[in-house]
């Protein structure tokens, strides 16, 4: 008995802890298979039960220009673009879980929020 509940705790263990923040709620999410043939996106289902497409892009707000600079060095990231005063986006490299690093980037002290660039279904009326 006790093994079996160790082992269940092992596999548990084992799987993905993929999330990120929804109005400061965690929201957990399990990779899909993607239903198109863009590599560029991968696809996910949310604990809401919503799919979501993510890029490999992290869009994120910055407190302090110059700290935010060396944090995203930490993390070797590329391509950053400014889209606004405090607001950027960057890119990860392939192979990189994108929810790890947004993770990552999200508890640094000089950036008060980090996200994967989410994609919308555009729907036909």
Do not use: W
């Not at 709620?25 to 604990?47: C, F, G, L, M, P």
């Amino acid at each position: 008995m006790n093994k079996l509940i160790l082992l269940m705790f092992v596999g548990l263990s084992l799987q993905a802890n993929d999330f990120y923040y929804e109005r400061g709620e965690k929201v957990t999410v399990t990779k899909i298979q993607n239903s198109r043939a863009n590599d560029n996106i991968t696809y996910y289902q949310n604990s809401l039960g919503k799919k979501i497409g993510v890029t490999n892009e992290i869009i994120f707000q910055c407190n302090d220009t110059a700290e935010c600079l060396r944090a995203i060095e930490k993390y070797d990231l590329s391509d950053l673009s400014k889209l606004s005063d405090s607001l950027y986006i960057v890119k990860i490299k392939e192979g990189t879980n994108i929810f790890t690093v947004a993770q990552q980037l999200h508890e640094e002290e000089s950036i008060e929020f980090a996200n994967p660039n989410f994609i919308k279904e555009r729907r036909r009326r």
